[in-house]
């Protein structure tokens, strides 16, 4: 019976052991078909004075947001939350205005797509253009279409699958494994 016991305890463990081994597995392939992979710890780094870090998670109208500190200069501080939806398209939300989303881009999205940022018609309503698109990089203009001063002045937003935002970094840090650049 002793025997009995200790075969089938070791069965169950090489069985555990085995599934779980294949689930990380499974778990670091999806993170590195992101385009921007998110986890704590994610780290774009160029020097002490200028990168941006996911430090932390954050529950926003029930929705999980990775929180992404960025220093700038040495003395500017940008936070934003971010998540990917359930249609591989980019969210950022605040949790000072619950309700109020910001779509950021669409990873799903074709060149050529355009979308709006928020649909309200303001300022802060940016009409976005896919205007690159690979399997491993994708480029985004935003043009502010309702600002009199900035309409028809677009800034571009790229991303490089499994790596995020591109740039010459001197530490890459995505999802625990430090990636030369």
């Not at 989303?101 to 355009?114: I, R």
């Not at 309702?146 to 591109?166: C, D, E, M, R």
């Amino acid at each position: 019976m002793k025997k009995t016991c200790q075969g089938a305890s070791l069965i169950l463990m090489l069985f555990f052991l085995f599934f779980t081994g294949c689930k990380e597995k499974m778990m670091e392939l999806k993170a590195n078909d992101s385009f921007l992979p998110m986890q704590i710890g994610n780290l774009w780094f160029i020097n002490s004075a200028n990168y941006t870090e996911i430090t932390d998670t954050v529950s926003i109208n029930k929705k999980l947001f990775y929180k992404f500190y960025s220093l700038v200069g040495g003395d500017a501080i940008s936070i934003s939350y971010l998540r990917i939806d359930e249609q591989n398209r980019l969210i950022e939300g605040y949790p000072t205005a619950p309700l109020k989303t910001y779509l950021k881009a669409d990873f799903n999205a074709n060149k050529g797509d355009k979308f709006f940022t928020t649909g309200q018609k303001d300022y802060n309503d940016n009409e976005v253009t896919v205007v690159q698109k690979t399997d491993t990089e994708m480029t985004f203009d935003f043009d502010m279409v309702y600002h009199p001063n900035l309409k028809g002045h677009p800034y571009s937003v790229k991303y490089i699958k499994g790596k995020g935002f591109p740039g010459k970094w001197k530490k890459l840090k995505i999802n625990n494994i430090v990636l030369q650049n």
